[in-house]
């Protein structure tokens, strides 16, 4: 494969805003729109078993083909991107999540509401799919990490906040109010790209409109091995995160019986961390290089996660015994993805699109084996502990082998 630039594209692109923090804001609120989506209705899921008359497992079911619907969405819409340009499919998703937002208001059924849920994950993930490939047509190698890792402050903060202003909203609304909230921040958003966001990817380096150029677009990317081991590392690396989140809420309320207040506190603290690990990464990656901070911060997060499992099996330190390890592979695993993301990104300039699709559906993909695996192991401390030190075993593992981080011989492929 020939050499890919490292640098920025030649000429600049017209309407891109000027500041890189315009840059960021701008395309961290569409990779976040599928994450508030999710989280800001979860402490209406009782109200909505209830107004359907339905089991807590039908309402918690809405939340799945949520993540189904963009785990879909992304194989669609990135290689769309790369034959249409980038505007019109997010702006499209955009619509789509309008649309079945304000269908979910006016639903009648919980079927109807299950099967708009779908609708909405797949409009959220353009957003998010085309993010990641605008950063591709600007930016490789250790500038694409630096904007990846400033995007987690925009990615972070959002979820974050959105269980907490979902609440608020739904007691003073109802659930269906949340809904309304949800279809004026797509409608404000899509304004906001259709002024701001340009066509990042030229005409002339768009490919074939056709069925057959979009499944060889997949081809190429699973016949590049590396590629592929490198697009697996992010969600690995993130699965500390997933199955925090899963655990946590039992961990904290219920076998340390912490006031049901201090529940927000603690998750947003651990959320901190995470944004804090990656902003760490941007301040770094353009002096190291994306390769050597992942080669460095894999086995860090990874020696963080054996002390939590070694102190969890031991019940080692109470609360502080769990949130001390806990907060530090936060902070080490928000070093990773970014890295990861932008080497296996740069493998793939000539379709950014489909490559982002399918970093963003194995991200998915493990985002979602993580959750069930926590639950399946009972949910405990240190089955969550256990889960996370497999994953980054796991993503160590890959590394060593398939990826080829610690492969220096080849700096072509790795920048």
């Not at 997933?242 to 912490?258: E, R």
């Not at 390769?291 to 996660?305: D, F, N």
């Not at 907060?327 to 080490?332: D, E, K, T, W, Y």
């Amino acid at each position: 494969m020939a050499r890919v630039p490292r640098a920025i594209i030649p000429r600049p692109t017209p309407g891109i805003p000027s500041s890189q923090a315009g840059l960021v804001v701008l395309l961290g609120s569409m990779a976040a729109l599928g994450a508030v989506t999710g989280d800001i209705y979860l402490p209406s899921l009782p109200d909505i078993a209830a107004d359907f008359s339905a089991s807590d497992g039908a309402a918690q079911a809405t939340v799945s083909l949520t993540l189904l619907g963009g785990a879909v969405g992304q194989l669609v819409m990135g290689p769309i991107s790369d034959v249409v340009g980038r505007r019109t499919p997010v702006l499209a998703g955009l619509v789509l999540h309008v649309a079945a937002s304000i269908g979910i208001v006016l639903t009648p059924s919980l079927g109807l509401l299950l099967a708009l849920r779908f609708v909405q994950g797949v409009g959220n993930a353009a957003a998010a799919v085309v993010a990641l490939a605008v950063i591709r047509d600007l930016f490789t190698g250790a500038r694409a990490a630096r904007l990846i890792s400033q995007l987690m402050l925009v990615i972070g903060v959002g979820p974050m906040l959105a269980p907490t202003v979902g609440s608020l909203i739904a007691h003073a609304a109802g659930w269906r109010g949340v809904f309304v909230l949800l279809a004026a921040c797509g409608a404000g958003l899509a304004v906001f790209v259709y002024v701001k966001l340009p066509d990042t990817l030229r005409p002339d380096d768009r490919g074939t409109r056709s069925v057959g150029a979009l499944v060889r677009g997949y081809r190429v990317l699973f016949g590049d091995a590396r590629f592929i081991f490198l697009a697996l590392l992010p969600g690995l690396g993130s699965s500390a995160l997933m199955a925090w989140v899963v655990a946590s809420p039992f961990l904290i309320m219920g076998t340390y019986a912490l006031p049901d207040a201090v529940f927000p506190v603690v998750f947003a603290a651990g959320g901190v961390f995470m944004v804090g690990g990656a902003q760490l990464n941007a301040a770094l990656v353009r002096r190291v290089g994306p390769r050597r901070l992942l080669a460095a911060v894999l086995p860090l997060t990874l020696v963080c996660a054996l002390a939590l499992t070694l102190l969890s099996a031991s019940h080692t330190g109470g609360l502080a015994g769990l949130l001390i390890p806990m907060f530090a592979v936060l902070l080490a695993s928000g070093m990773g993805p970014a890295n990861a993301s932008a080497l296996a990104m740069s493998r793939h300039g000539e379709v950014a699109g489909s490559a982002a699709a399918l970093i963003g559906t194995l991200q998915a993909g493990t985002a979602a084996g993580m959750t069930a695996l926590v639950g399946t192991v009972g949910g405990g401390q240190l089955g969550m502990a256990t889960v996370i030190a497999g994953a980054l075993a796991l993503a160590m593992l890959i590394a060593l082998t398939g990826a080829g981080v610690y492969r220096r011989q080849d700096p072509r492929q790795l920048p």
